[in-house]
């Protein structure tokens, strides 16, 4: 299966694309960072965001998109931003008719380092190792990127099958 991860930002949205199936190493496909323009208007940010990831699934046609999860954090401002950039993920994944899920920071952590609160060095590590690459991606953005679609490969295979029992069982 092939798997995009995205981070989400707004500023810098981490891309990551892997190949693999639960249990295995995987492989890197591709990865990078959709950078927009700070100083640019709103709309023209998520637009240019929208543009990057869609020649992302053109290049590369992945089978599923995963996307971090807006979990928590103090600055509000960067929430929002965040949010918005997430939507715009789903959105491009979604568009495609590509099943699309979310993980939180915590799931990725734990899914790649076997911890839920590990730090981004220890993440970008195991990422390193897991594709067995010869550096480290960077920068972190789209480190974490590779993570996520490493975390959606490992458990969300798991969860799909397990939602499409429940869903015939409930269909009887």
């Known amino acids: ?5 995205i981070d989400p930002g707004l500023t810098r949205c981490g891309v990551g694309i892997v ?3 639960p249990g295995a190493p995987g492989t890197m ?4 960072v ?17 543009d990057g990831l869609r020649a ?7 089978e599923a998109v995963a996307v971090e999860r807006v ?9 929002i931003g965040t949010a918005q950039a997430s939507g715009i993920a789903l959105l491009a994944g979604a568009r495609l008719g590509l099943p699309t899920a979310t993980y939180t920071p915590s799931e990725v952590k734990s899914a790649v380092c076997g911890n839920g609160t ?10 390193t190792r897991i594709l067995r690459l010869k550096e480290a991606p960077k920068p972190a953005d789209a480190a974490d990127a590779l993570a996520i679609a490493i ?3 490992w458990r969300g295979g798991v969860k799909a099958r397990i939602q499409a029992a429940v869903n015939k069982e409930s269909a009887r």
Do not use: I
């Not at 100083?39 to 998520?46: G, V, W």
């Not at 992302?56 to 992945?62: G, K, R, T």
């Not at 590990?118 to 990422?127: I, L, N, W």
């Open 56 to 62: 992302y699934l053109a290049e590369h046609e992945p």
């Open 34 to 50: 959709v950078r927009t323009d700070p100083e640019a208007p709103l709309a023209d940010r998520l637009l240019a965001l929208d």
């Open 118 to 127: 590990a730090d981004k060095r220890q993440v970008t590590s195991m990422v």
């Open 19 to 21: 190949d693999g199936r």
């Open 151 to 153: 975390c959606h490969l």
């Open 29 to 32: 496909v591709a990865v990078g």
């Open 71 to 79: 979990f928590s954090q103090h600055n509000v401002a960067s929430v």
């Open 1 to 5: 299966m092939r798997v995009m991860g």
